[in-house]
């Protein structure tokens, strides 16, 4: 995973967070994308992303929110068991990891 956040913004400026979610596995995976942080961010900083992730159709996803304060803001990306989401409901569960995120700080002055 590959994440893209300035490290520097004004207050109110709009900020885009960019994911890229790739993997080697040869089958595909259900993946929920969402963002934390240790500051309440209003608006599409909250949406989640649920998609199916193939070796051959790595996925980007975007977020674009403003934030009035510094904030810690952790991209995570969860790999989970849902219908509907893969062609013909075909993915596999890791056993050892399921969750997968990066920490970066944002600096809001």
Do not use: H
């Amino acid at each position: 995973m590959d994440v893209e956040l300035p490290k520097k913004a004004t207050a109110n400026e709009e900020v885009t967070v960019i994911l890229r979610a790739a993997t080697q596995f040869r089958e595909c995976m259900v993946i929920k994308s969402y963002l934390k942080s240790n500051v309440s961010i209003e608006g599409a900083f909250n949406y989640q992303y649920t998609s199916c992730l193939c070796e051959d159709y790595p996925r980007t996803f975007y977020w674009d929110f403003q934030a009035n304060s510094t904030a810690k803001i952790t991209t995570v990306i969860d790999v989970v068991r849902v219908l509907n989401i893969c062609p013909e409901d075909k993915a596999v569960i890791p056993i050892e990891a399921n969750r997968f995120s990066v920490t970066k700080t944002l600096t809001i002055g």
